[in-house]
């Protein structure tokens, strides 16, 4: 009859649905997505900000999440409040090393700014919420979730594969990577290869248009002013208005200096590629742009992500004086966070603003980058990221370089090639939490990097059947 075929016609698509539902969980469900994603909730939910840091509680998780497979690690540092964590893979090869390196350290959070608790490991509305969650305990996971499936599989590798979660990332690394590389280097044995944060990619809802692997980027120079004088009523106010006035003005004429755009060739290189990639007002500019630089037409059509790598830049970040409105302060202190093309000249900045500080505000150096070259891109590694993010999201993939800076100058500056990359799909609205309010993660793009992250390392690192 017409009515029960029509039923059973109901009844094979529904099955088929059904089939095809159980296809995707089987996929989706994977049972190791899961203890991915309790080890982050569980990682974000220890507070490793920085400062203080208090990594040791960071690294001891790891060590024992290491642990149940079975893979030694040993905690490393000279300050036991700020350990980080290494273990290795040995292969018997003398093939160069892969380091996957994270760091374990957060930037403090403003707790009344967020909407979720900063360090409660929330899982709600389809994320995992809090600080670290894509700056960078995300990576951490992944990359452990990488590194015990090597030993999980009992895979055979033709090269060592290191596991390393370092302290002090947010505040420089001198405590962390920095401190190793110069106490420990017998850890660093025959490492050829670092695959670290800094990556970029850039997704619209669900889908990535590009993916960034960071090769190269700025240096850091970060300052404090400091400017003294008499303290006292302020109705009496010495005449040249006392250490906030002097600090003030001095902060006004470093504000004024000017950095004019110029091309390097990493950021040439990134931008032509990007350029390539995209079908926008952007696209003929990226990959036609040369020295001179037409800064009117730059401006016009670059969003600030990209005019930033065209130029040294100089922030204001911090500022400290006084305590009420009728005293004049003995103190007042400024901080700048200056960010320079590789190419420039650290010192020559430094004196700049110096002089432009002029002779009352004191100018100290709290930390200076050294540039180091870009980490280059004819290699197995390189090639193998490439072509893996490109078939994972079949879009383009270009040597991007950052703003920021990272852990991996400090192996870049020992010959190292360090790659940064970001094995999660990131959407707009989300980029711009870490380092500010409700960081998260959406919990099925951690689950696809996780996985992205596995087969990158086991195609590297483990000998093919
Ligand atoms: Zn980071």
Same mark, same amino acid.
């Given at each position: 009859m017409p009515f029960s075929r029509h039923r059973l016609v109901v009844l094979t698509l529904l099955l088929l649905f059904a089939l095809r539902c159980r296809e995707a969980e089987g996929t989706a469900h994977d049972p190791t997505d899961r203890e991915a994603e309790d080890a982050l909730v569980q990682y974000l939910r220890i507070d490793t900000s920085n400062p203080p840091g208090n990594e040791t509680a960071g690294a001891e998780f790891l060590k024992q999440l290491l642990q149940k497979d079975g893979i030694p690690s040993q905690l490393v540092g000279s300050d036991p409040k700020r350990q980080s964590l290494y273990a290795r893979l040995s292969s018997g090869t003398n093939e160069k090393a892969l380091l996957l390196l994270h760091h374990i350290d957060v930037v403090p959070v403003v707790a009344n700014e967020w909407t979720k608790p900063a360090f409660g490991g929330l899982r709600a509305g389809g994320y995992l919420w809090g600080r670290g969650a894509l700056d960078v305990k995300s990576l951490g996971i992944a990359e452990l979730m990488a590194f015990v499936n090597l030993k999980r599989r009992g895979l055979k590798l033709k090269r060592d594969v290191i596991y390393l979660a370092v302290a002090d990332e947010e505040l420089g690394g001198r405590h962390g990577a920095g401190e190793l590389l110069a106490t420990q280097p017998e850890l660093f044995a025959n490492v050829g290869y670092v695959l670290n944060e800094g990556g970029a990619n850039e997704t619209v809802v669900d889908a990535v248009t590009q993916w960034g692997i960071e090769v190269q980027q700025k240096v850091p120079l970060w300052l404090r002013a400091t400017a003294s004088g008499p303290a006292g009523h302020a109705a009496g106010v010495p005449s040249d208005g006392g250490a906030a006035a002097k600090l003030v003005r001095a902060l006004a004429k470093i504000d004024q200096l000017e950095t004019p755009y110029r091309l390097t060739p990493s950021v040439q290189a990134f931008f032509r590629a990007a350029g390539a990639a995209k079908r926008d007002d952007r696209s003929e500019l990226l990959r036609t742009l040369v020295d001179p630089i037409d800064a009117k037409r730059v401006d016009a059509i670059l969003p600030p992500g990209y005019r930033v790598l065209l130029r040294d830049t100089i922030a204001i970040t911090h500022l400290e004086a006084g305590r009420s409105v009728n005293s004049v302060p003995a103190k007042a202190v400024a901080e700048i966070d200056v960010r320079l093309l590789p190419e420039s000249d650290p010192n020559a900045m430094l004196e700049r603003i110096r002089a432009a500080a002029g002779k009352d505000v004191q100018i100290e150096v709290l930390l200076q980058g050294e540039p180091v070259p870009e980490s280059p891109r004819?290699?197995?590694?390189?090639?193998?990221?490439?072509?893996?993010?490109?078939?994972?999201? %079949?879009?383009?993939?270009?040597?991007? $370089?950052?703003?920021?800076? @990272?852990?991996?100058?400090? +192996?870049?500056? #020992?010959?190292?090639?360090?790659?940064?990359?970001?094995?999660?799909?990131?959407?707009?609205?989300?980029?711009?939490?870490?380092?500010?309010?409700?960081?998260?993660?959406? %919990?099925?793009?951690?689950?696809?990097? $996780?996985?992205?992250?596995? @087969?990158?390392?086991?195609? +590297?690192?483990? #000998?093919?059947?």
């Amino acid at each position: 009859m017409p009515f029960s075929r029509h039923r059973l016609v109901v009844l094979t698509l529904l099955l088929l649905f059904a089939l095809r539902c159980r296809e995707a969980e089987g996929t989706a469900h994977d049972p190791t997505d899961r203890e991915a994603e309790d080890a982050l909730v569980q990682y974000l939910r220890i507070d490793t900000s920085n400062p203080p840091g208090n990594e040791t509680a960071g690294a001891e998780f790891l060590k024992q999440l290491l642990q149940k497979d079975g893979i030694p690690s040993q905690l490393v540092g000279s300050d036991p409040k700020r350990q980080s964590l290494y273990a290795r893979l040995s292969s018997g090869t003398n093939e160069k090393a892969l380091l996957l390196l994270h760091h374990i350290d957060v930037v403090p959070v403003v707790a009344n700014e967020w909407t979720k608790p900063a360090f409660g490991g929330l899982r709600a509305g389809g994320y995992l919420w809090g600080r670290g969650a894509l700056d960078v305990k995300s990576l951490g996971i992944a990359e452990l979730m990488a590194f015990v499936n090597l030993k999980r599989r009992g895979l055979k590798l033709k090269r060592d594969v290191i596991y390393l979660a370092v302290a002090d990332e947010e505040l420089g690394g001198r405590h962390g990577a920095g401190e190793l590389l110069a106490t420990q280097p017998e850890l660093f044995a025959n490492v050829g290869y670092v695959l670290n944060e800094g990556g970029a990619n850039e997704t619209v809802v669900d889908a990535v248009t590009q993916w960034g692997i960071e090769v190269q980027q700025k240096v850091p120079l970060w300052l404090r002013a400091t400017a003294s004088g008499p303290a006292g009523h302020a109705a009496g106010v010495p005449s040249d208005g006392g250490a906030a006035a002097k600090l003030v003005r001095a902060l006004a004429k470093i504000d004024q200096l000017e950095t004019p755009y110029r091309l390097t060739p990493s950021v040439q290189a990134f931008f032509r590629a990007a350029g390539a990639a995209k079908r926008d007002d952007r696209s003929e500019l990226l990959r036609t742009l040369v020295d001179p630089i037409d800064a009117k037409r730059v401006d016009a059509i670059l969003p600030p992500g990209y005019r930033v790598l065209l130029r040294d830049t100089i922030a204001i970040t911090h500022l400290e004086a006084g305590r009420s409105v009728n005293s004049v302060p003995a103190k007042a202190v400024a901080e700048i966070d200056v960010r320079l093309l590789p190419e420039s000249d650290p010192n020559a900045m430094l004196e700049r603003i110096r002089a432009a500080a002029g002779k009352d505000v004191q100018i100290e150096v709290l930390l200076q980058g050294e540039p180091v070259p870009e980490s280059p891109r004819d290699n197995e590694l390189y090639r193998l990221l490439e072509k893996r993010m490109h078939d994972a999201y %079949a879009v383009p993939v270009v040597p991007f $370089v950052t703003a920021g800076t @990272s852990d991996s100058r400090w +192996f870049r500056k #020992q010959g190292i090639v360090a790659y940064g990359i970001s094995p999660f799909k990131v959407n707009y609205y989300d980029a711009g939490t870490p380092h500010g309010a409700d960081e998260r993660i959406r %919990a099925r793009f951690f689950s696809e990097g $996780v996985h992205l992250m596995r @087969s990158i390392v086991a195609d +590297f690192a483990a #000998q093919q059947p």
